[in-house]
């Protein structure tokens, strides 16, 4: 298997004392929609950071379209690995165009400024993701579920082959998490690009990704595919809690639900 | 869809196919009344798109060779179709340049005007070799200089700290600056050639105050917009009792000249060495910071995702400081500690362009040197009708610059209450 995207024996400290990971294997291919599920303090956001090469592990290395992250620059890294963090926001009252437009950042020359086709790519990027009309307004001006379709377009005008994501579902109303979810699964299907999500939502995850990752105590729990993943046995090891699943109505990956103690 | 966005995905999407968007049933504007927002994205399959359809996967790499590489022959069809909806309001090469040139000619032309304006007449036949003209030419030339400098730093430091109340003055780098002049001159002769040793000291004073502000505001890797403001009244305070220290150690016949430095006020005749070597200067750290103007648009959109767009945000960080001490050090080598010009112009600026920096930089460094050629020459205009003989500049930016400030700490709070 070709991997856009993989890590080997992948591990980080904050502490000596106290890793956070402890060894991660994990690999993403273009056009694969991965979920990082697990407890909080499990070590998932730590697991994105290091991908992304904004923490150093301290052990293990990443590969970036075979090639090792560390050793790649900044602005090459840029062309390959696109980030969209858990809440957008912007010092400045950028429009969502300008916004889109920093995408660009990384193809451009000495002087950084746009080109025709960089404006061309820009335009692209918003009409794929639907924020053409919400072109000249600010981000103040949007509703969550926009905003991160914003930052999902300046994500796309990267060009990327890897877009890794921050939970970027968490602080949407159902209807907007359908909205971001179905447009995800387009790109990583279509463009193909390896997509990879942390997430802290079981149900909204296994409904959307192609497979989910159970990432606690450091390590990989498990790694497959939605049925695979939601095994009774296996939540209750990782989350400390008794579950129970139900059939999802229409079809599709069981719901979990938690059994509140009495 | 333009045909050229059209053929670019159609390379760049191996799998064609038709994607769609639309809004989903119940989607309302802010008013409440319900959207049409039916963007539909059709890629058809058109012959670039078959040609590559037998590749199912990207090889390694196919972003870096697809993009830059070529362009698509269609693409310059379109670039020659009217743009202006596709590109409005975007810094373009083309538009950036044309803005530059009307900033620089209404410079130059208000500085022409100012030139000729002042208490004493100048020989209308032969103007160009009036020794009046020549003074207040190197004079107005200082205060643009002086101007420019001050407010690209603000421009480029409020951009660094994603914070609008950032400024040289307000931080203490324009004081740090001050220190180290005088320091300079207290030296007197042995410290070498005047138009050097005067920057380089201030250089060295702007950057010690940067970096003394910067490392008490930090904590744990942010800087918290009113610990840097307390920072800076601080070393503020520390640089006044320096400047007065200076002061009480000057040659008795130069103090006059001294009070009036520290008001900002420009002398009656500027070096031309040191004029030529510090408006080399503004001119450096303006560049420099132009160039960096993408990188401050990331990082408005948080340090993490300026990493992932390619920003290296640390050497960004001592880049920017170590260039606006520079700016401002040569401002203050000019002019004085000349108050809030940094503050106001980036605002009144982006006020007029929105907040990319690439405009936000190029026009403040105008914006800068229009505002001190007008205050100078109105201070050296009304003086003599207050009996004051002439007004130092800084005493009229701090008359605007002051109310200016209150306004936006005031509105930052309402913003911060709301």
Redesign the interface.
Known sequence: MNAAISARGLAFAYRPAEPVLRGVDLDARAGELVCILGPNGGGKTTLLRCLLGLAAPSGGTVTIDGRPLAGLRARERARRLAYVPQTPGSAFAFSAREIVLMGRLSHLGALGLAGAQDLEIVRAAMEMTGTEALAGRTLDELSGGEAQRVMIARALAQQPTILLLDEPTSHLDLRQQGSVTSMLRRVAHDWPMAVLCVSHDLNVAAAFADRLVLVAGGRIAADGPPADVLRPDLLREVYGIDVDLVPRPGSGPPLVVARVPA | ??T??YI??CD????C?T?R????D?DRD?SGSP?S?L?S?RIRAGPQCRRRAGNR??A?????A???AR?PAI?AA??SAP?SA????????GR?AVEALAAAALTAALFALCTRVGPLSIDGGRWWSDPVWMLRAMRLAAAAAAGAGLAVAGAAIQ?LL??PLGDPYVLGIASGAGVGVRAGLALGAWAGWIAWRTPAFAFVGALVAAASVHAVARRRGRVDPFSLILAGVIVNILNGALIMALYLATDPLRVDEFARWAMGELPEAVDPSLLAVCGGLVLGAWAAA??????L??????D??A??????VGALRVEIFVGSALATAAAVALAGPVSFVGLMVPHVV?LAT???H?RVLLLSGFGGAVLMIAAETLCRGIGPHLGAGRLPVGLLTALLGAPFFIALLRRRFAEEDA
């Open positions: 869809m333009t050229g966005s670019w995905w760049r999407i191996i799998r196919k994607w968007w639309e809004a989903e119940g802010e959207v927002r963007a994205v996967r990207p390694a790499g196919v972003t870096r697809f993009a830059p362009k693409l379109v670039d743009s596709r590109t409005a309001g975007l810094p373009t090469a950036l951009g994603r914070n132009f160039r960096r103007a993408g990188a648009n990331a990082l408005g959109l948080g993490d995702v990493r992932s767009l390619g920003v290296p982006r929105g907040p990319d690439r």
